[in-house]
C-alpha cells in the first residue's frame, strides 16, 4: 500500500518537469489504478471504507423556553 502512495507522490513531482501536456494528478491516478487492477493488489476501496464509517448523528439537545 505505501509503495502505490510513494508511486503517486512521485509521478506528481517527476512528470511536471516532463511534460505539461497532460496534468500529473490524472496520470498518477489513471497508471497506478490499472496497475491495481491488473495485478490484482489487495488494496481498500471506498466502497471498503464506507461500511466501517459511522453514519451521520444529530446531536440530541433539548428544546429551550426562552431564547436566547
Do not use: E, N
Not at 32 to 49: E, G, H, N, Q, Y
Not at 51 to 64: G, L, N, T
Amino acid at each position: 500500500m505505501y509503495i502505490l502512495v510513494f508511486a503517486t507522490m512521485a509521478t506528481m513531482i517527476i512528470l511536471p518537469k516532463i511534460t505539461k501536456a497532460v496534468p500529473a494528478g490524472l496520470v498518477a491516478i489513471v497508471v497506478l489504478s490499472l496497475i491495481t487492477v491488473i495485478f490484482d493488489l489487495d488494496t481498500k476501496r471506498v466502497a471498503d471504507l464506507s461500511r466501517r464509517s459511522p453514519s451521520f448523528h444529530w446531536p440530541d439537545v433539548p428544546p429551550v423556553s426562552k431564547p436566547l
